[in-house]
């Protein structure tokens, strides 16, 4: 099992820039895939970025495309998501959650951060 904690959410006025952290615990960090989704006021949570337990793979929401870089340490057992060029509709609540399978695509993720605000001012 791994437990996980975002960090790096905040107010931040359009077209900045923030770096979330995820910290996750246990030993097997290396072999999970990791994900950031976000769920903003009255909506779904939404899928943002995912990346593969080795970080050879990543994905992401076509509408982030550009603007956001997921990318992991495993000597750190920490996934970061850099958000530039921030937007008013990037304002929510984001979540890390990683996934056993190591893909990042396809398969459940079993487990969940708290999640950390992101505010985002025009």
């Known amino acids: 099992q791994v437990q996980l904690v975002e960090s790096g959410g905040g107010l931040v006025q359009a077209g900045g820039s923030l770096r979330l952290s995820c910290a996750a615990s246990?030993?097997?960090?290396?072999?999970?895939?990791m994900g950031w989704f976000r769920q903003a006021p009255g909506k779904e949570r939404e899928f943002v970025a995912a990346?593969?337990?080795?970080?050879?793979?990543?994905y992401y929401a076509d509408s982030l495309k550009g603007r956001f870089t997921i990318s992991r340490d495993n000597a750190k057992n920490t996934v970061y998501l850099q958000m530039n060029s921030l937007k008013p509709e990037d304002t929510a609540v984001y979540y890390c959650?990683?996934?056993?399978?190591?893909?990042?695509?396809?398969?459940?993720?079993?487990?969940w951060g708290q999640g950390t605000q992101v505010t985002v001012s025009s």
């Open positions: 990346i593969s337990w080795s970080g050879g793979k990543t």
């Open positions: 959650a990683a996934d056993p399978s190591g893909y990042g695509w396809g398969y459940p993720y079993d487990y």
């Open positions: 246990g030993r097997t960090f290396s072999t999970y895939a």
